[in-house]
């Protein structure tokens, strides 16, 4: 690494760190997964940062992103540099405008954090359906493959606007680059300042609508003159790659990396060659080194300028060995002749007399994950006698039997790189702590760093894995932790419904937080679980987090206890650095909340340090029997071929006959029922003696866990046992029982309930779930 | 012809008589040029015609295009057969909900006459940039090339998307189809619902969202099913084409009509292929016709289907001696690796051993008339030893050099077919009157008639040209009347500004409507037409519509006179017949307005047939020479090089290098100062002496040409002859002088400044164009 300043940071943050730069106004209308981008535009220009002008960024917050885009539409036309953020359907709305964009030939810069489009369904994480459907706007088209390549390329954008006198849209992949903390290096304003044309951009102000010397546009053209003057801007967009490759060979002057166009990697004489766009480029150059290093002769094309396509550029990328090619295309247009970039390299090859064959796939839909193994599969289809026309990677099409099969994983990752993996609950703080420790390693020491996380769509007290990485050397791999040398586990309920421990390398280390005695393990761990951790020699530890936190008056926050147990345990900085850095961050937290705060959170540390209790795994473990699978009852097909498997995290794995029946989006109701996690690791508990019966607490629960009930004389005989309730208060309610029942199973743990009880003395509290019976009748009587 | 129905109707109402039979409701927001779709089922459904289901169709009009493609999303949700019809921009709104609806697989079907969308400039005309935005969203596109068409595959799109479950969108080139008469087959409700599969109906309403049976749509999903279940609709894609051929068999069957995904029409061993969509397939079949009859064995693949693209059916359409192909496309996707068409054929042939060389090239954008001397250029290319790969037809373009070089004029038309052409003002009732023409010639005798009308940016008073042909032989014509057998200038202003009489075949008869006396004619008609007239054996005749008209009290209404005179001239159908057709059509017209309004109309008819003065053109025409060209004044020079090419009717003539300048839209201002059109046949007077001095009239004009001025002494004194002032009224003025100036040159002849003169006795008079002097110097004073 040079000598350049590095910083931990996600794709958004570098992202609109140049944007800044080169932005006089901002208008934005903040959609997942852009909205940071936005939000840090808006934090920046509140502290007054400058941009390239001397100027802070104007943020303007439209309706929609039609507005948005209007705005920047119309910014542009008074000659004023505009940018915007967006992703998906808020993209969707841009498009009449991006046309006039274009066709204005106006240097406004869109930034996508690209995201699937609503189809059968919404999704909120990445593919290219968003920014393919923009691809015939006009508008310039450059992708960015990983959080550096967004500091590096997202200038080339805006500069390459300026001078070229034309719209673009830099593009990444949303949460996968946009939300993936890497350590990269920062390019300073000076620098960006230094490669901009002044003298373009008075061209541009000149140009502009202004009273000063106005002109029309937006004019209405007809039959004799539309044509001609829509082919007069060719000579624009043939200027433009020039430009761009300009550009990008300015920035890799300042920076020593090589972008081009089109960039090839691998053997130079490859006779197979992949073309994609996007993170998966690094899972590409990870499966190319692990194949030519075993003897294949295979290469990869990243696309960089998307639009306007350069045919010369692209041509020139291909070694002249190669046979047979494979583009990969993320996103699915249904009932097209082809996905978008494979149409583009048919059309690029089509009457060379000794082109390649072309084959076209799709892969990571809606981010599917797109693993090494996936791409050996696309080589190993390009060595095929007759190789799969049009494929798809990354699942199991049973129906149409388009998906390659897939070999086993490959270890793919840089020398001596630690892969940990941290299964926690929405809101518990592990993914912030997690957050905290990359931030530590990547800023205080010479490692490279990488954090992505995953979080379902309960969002609060749904799951959330946290994937770091560690290593000496730059870290490529685009994808999940799947083979982990340290995993956690926050969640003790998480263990009997989550193949985790599977994930383990051998050897591994394991941190299980519960309130499980070492003795009570051989009764409370799965079988699986056990003969997991006995068979591969897993390194076992668990901590009481939620014990020492609340010891220490910090309640349920107990992330610091097991970040500095993570630090203990994984190795990767000694744990007296780790200690340091670690109580230096709390410190700069919450100083504002005063020394208590401050010494509280520093001596949960330490407990953290000191807490974790290492499990000598017995040997009899690997003899665990798995407990007879408890009888089917009353469960819907929908429940148990689809919900189960997904709520078990096993969705991945689902083919796509699976969802037949509901390919149209259509889902079944009532659904939820099914799906009784046990996730709360404190229960409320109802006390008749103290209670008010005023029902706030039932009003509040986010969960609708709590309810209130009246019973008659009937019914209160009825109930089983455990049913508690009292005479109701209140003349209406005058010879009637009441009651307040909890499903425990439903509950959160957040407290909600507890928090509202207006009782002198509070009729609801939380109890450490352990504590708390669960009566399975009285619920659901 | 079958002895089925036919009526001379247009692409819209074609389309919209099948769209009503399919729908339960319509939600619009009418756009140009589908608004008469939406105008028609409005109509429709007030008078209370039946759907297929014995409905009126429910129509609602909504906020804006966004909200009629939303309403006709939750319609479907519901269970309700919708649809909507729209363009360009509006298209562009619909674009995020086209995306839902195939993701829900709703058979809703949007019927779209195809416009340019907005990019430098907007356009009104047709071409298929607003469709190929909407490729991607999963809908399929069925395409319509003629009037014909879209009556027969309209229900095709209805019926496939009910069987198929999935939406589609019919679309057929706007104006060229959209408002193209045609004299057509009709199919009536009985067989458009012989057709429809109740069954599928009945399937499609069970599956809908119903409080009866409730289910949840528009969910969210993770990464971990979203991709596989995208994937489980691949299934409804594929079984798409086979559904959209057997209704198209079904058709057939029917009609007589052979229909295909996709058509082949040409010689069964052709080496050269044309690929192309919409209405030019009329023009490509004209000159495949016209090569093959002089050895040359050349083909055309009209594609129907365009999404799904079904590569089985796209191959097999193709006869096996094909070398080389051109796929033509109606769109200019700036920067893209290659037109869509295009891009699909590539992608088709790609890994095809024996296939032909593909090439590209773009034709009508902003429905720049596609001729089949265009159509030849493109077979001569594919001759070439070395074609021109992405090439344009129709421009020349001297800046890219991407055009296809030029040949004279064919001659193609079906034998025996007579072309004609009328330019007129828009709104003096030319079209009407041309409209009435093809409807009583298509109705009342076997031939086959097409009328398409052209009109200017302006609207009222601006220039209109009509196309008519008549034949014997369905006429597939596609483009504009450059070779007329009859002639007709409906205001003398024209002659000295368009090149007109130039598009006469020899011996062609020239009607002039114009209030010249036969002996005045040497003095007032230009050199270049009086030699033209002379040269090629011209039959000249006049008449004085205006006159006419004036002396029956039928105010400026000479439409009637002069189409009389139409029919008395052009040989179409004998005399007497016409005059009893057009005298039926008067009484039915204007019978609410009285008898006497009647009978002055069919007066005007009498007149008209006898009011036509043949003036023989005297030999000495040949020598007529031209005025010597006035000397330029200070015309800026984009005035010079675009403006008045434009205005003189000479755009489409204009090379790309023309618009280099403004090429990004952006225009002067102040133009409309250079452009004095002098179109008007009558003129306002002031009479200052009955002057009230009110501004009335000043205030109502719509063009700004009545403007009234106050004056000192001196200003009046310095007053060029010819400029009349009077004392200004009023003790504000007291002193001053007060004058109405006219600039007769910017007048259209409206009237309604005299309408508007509340003096006692008027002091606007309108006055014949001829009678009015124009003082130029007082005017510019």
Redesign the interface.
């Known amino acids: 690494m040079s000598k350049r300043k590095t910083m931990v940071m996600d794709g958004n943050e570098a992202t609109a760190h140049v944007a800044y730069a080169f932005s006089e106004i901002a208008a934005i209308y903040p959609i997942t997964p852009s909205s940071p981008m936005a939000e840090k535009t808006d934090e920046w220009s509140a502290n007054g940062r400058k941009n390239l002008f001397d100027q802070t960024v104007t943020l303007v917050e439209m309706q929609s992103e039609a507005g948005a885009v209007g705005a920047v539409h119309g910014a542009s036309e008074a000659g004023v540099l505009a940018t915007t953020f967006t992703a998906s359907?808020g993209l969707?709305?841009m498009?009449?405008t991006l046309?006039?964009l274009?066709?204005?030939?106006l240097p406004a810069v869109l930034h996508v954090a690209s995201r699937?489009?609503?189809?059968?369904?919404?999704?909120?994480?990445g593919d290219h359906s968003d920014v393919?459907?923009c691809?015939?706007?006009?508008i310039?088209q450059l992708c960015s493959g990983s959080v550096q390549e967004c500091m590096d390329l997202a200038g080339v954008a805006h500069l390459s606007a300026i001078k070229g006198?034309l719209p673009f849209m830099h593009f990444f992949d949303g949460f996968r680059t946009s939300h993936e903390l890497q350590k990269i290096e920062v390019l300073d304003y000076e620098e960006l300042g230094s490669l901009l044309d002044r003298d373009a951009v008075a061209a541009f102000r000149a140009?502009s609508l202004n009273p000063e010397h106005?002109?029309?546009?937006?004019?209405?053209?007809?039959?004799?003159?539309?044509?001609?003057?829509?082919?007069?801007?060719?000579?624009?967009?043939?200027a433009?790659p020039g430009i761009v490759e300009d550009y990008m060979a300015k920035i890799g002057g300042l920076t020593g990396r090589e972008y081009h166009l089109f960039n090839y990697y691998g053997a130079p004489d490859a006779d197979r060659v992949i073309v994609a766009m996007g993170s998966v480029s690094g899972a590409i150059e990870e499966t190319v080194d692990y194949l030519n290093a075993r003897g294949e002769k295979v290469g990869f094309v990243q696309v960089h300028l998307f639009?306007?396509?350069s045919?010369k550029h692209f041509l020139a990328a291909f070694p002249s060995t190669v046979k047979r090619v494979a583009v990969l295309d993320r996103?699915?247009?249904?009932?097209?002749?082809?996905e978008?970039l494979?149409?583009?390299?048919?059309?690029?090859?089509?009457?060379k007399a000794d082109r390649p064959?072309?084959?076209?796939g799709r892969y990571?839909?809606?981010?599917?994950?797109t693993t090494p193994a996936q791409i050996k599969a696309v080589f190993d289809n390009l060595a095929l006698a007759q190789p799969k026309?049009d494929f798809?990677i990354?699942?199991?099409?049973d129906?149409?039997h388009?998906s390659l099969p897939l070999g086993p994983a490959l270890d793919c990752g840089g020398e001596g790189t630690v892969n940990c993996k941290f299964w926690g609950l929405g809101s518990d703080g592990t993914v912030g702590a997690n957050k905290n420790s990359i931030k530590i390693i990547g800023d205080r020491t010479p490692q490279y760093a990488q954090a992505y996380f995953e979080y379902?769509?309960k969002k609060s007290f749904g799951l959330t894995c946290s994937h770091l990485r560690f290593g000496k050397t730059p870290i490529r791999s685009s994808y999940l932790v799947k083979r982990a040398d340290f995993l956690a586990c926050h969640n003790q309920s998480y263990l009997g419904k989550y193949d985790m421990v599977e994930e383990l390398k051998d050897g591994g280390t394991f941190l299980l937080n519960c309130d499980w005695k070492p003795e009570e393990l051989g009764e409370k761990l799965p079988a699986r679980v056990k003969r997991y951790l006995a068979e591969h020699d897993i390194r076992f530890y668990i901590i009481d987090g939620l014990a020492i936190a609340q010891e220490l008056g910090l309640g349920n926050h107990y992330n610091l206890v097991l970040q500095a147990a993570f630090f203990s345990l994984a190795n990767i900085i000694p744990t007296e650095e780790a200690v340091t850095y670690m109580k230096e961050a709390a410190e700069k937290t919450y100083r504002t909340k005063g020394a208590d705060v401050v010494a509280k959170n520093q001596a949960a540390i330490d407990s953290g340090i000191h807490g974790v209790q290492r499990i000598e795994v017995p040997a009899a473990w690997k003899e665990a029997q798995d407990a007879p699978p408890v009888a089917d009852e009353d469960i819907p097909a929908f429940v148990r071929n689809?919900l189960e498997p997904?709520n078990a995290?096993?969705?991945?794995s689902?083919?796509?006959?699976?969802?037949?029946e509901?390919?149209?989006?259509?889902?079944?109701?009532g659904t939820s029922a099914y799906e009784k996690r046990g996730i709360a690791t404190q229960i409320p508990v109802w006390n008749k003696e103290l209670c008010l019966q005023c029902n706030r607490c039932s009003f509040v629960c986010p969960h609708a866990v709590i309810r209130p009930y009246l019973l008659n004389d009937e019914e209160a005989k009825a109930a089983p046992e455990g049913f508690a309730y009292c005479d109701a208060k209140g003349a209406a309610a005058k010879g009637l029982h009441y009651a307040i029942q909890i499903s425990n199973l439903d509950c959160t743990g957040c407290g909600s309930c507890a928090n509202s009880c207006i009782a002198k003395e509070k009729a609801i509290v939380m109890k450490p779930a352990r504590e708390v019976p669960y009566h399975k009748e009285a619920w659901e009587y």
């Open positions: 359907q969707m709305l498009i009449p046309l006039r274009s066709g204005n030939r699937t489009v609503g189809t059968h369904a919404m999704c909120i994480f393919m459907q691809r015939q706007t006009g310039a006198s140009r106005p002109t029309l546009r937006c004019t209405v053209q007809n039959s004799d003159i539309f044509f001609q003057c829509r082919e007069a801007n060719n000579e624009y967009y043939d433009l639009r306007p396509f045919l996103c699915k247009e249904m009932g097209a002749g082809g978008p494979y149409q583009d390299v048919c059309a690029a090859f089509i009457n064959e072309i084959y076209g990571g839909l809606g981010a599917k994950d026309a798809s990354g699942i199991e099409d129906v149409t388009l379902d769509a689809l997904i995290q096993k969705g991945d689902l083919p796509v006959s699976a969802f037949r509901i390919s149209d989006g259509t889902m079944p109701l």
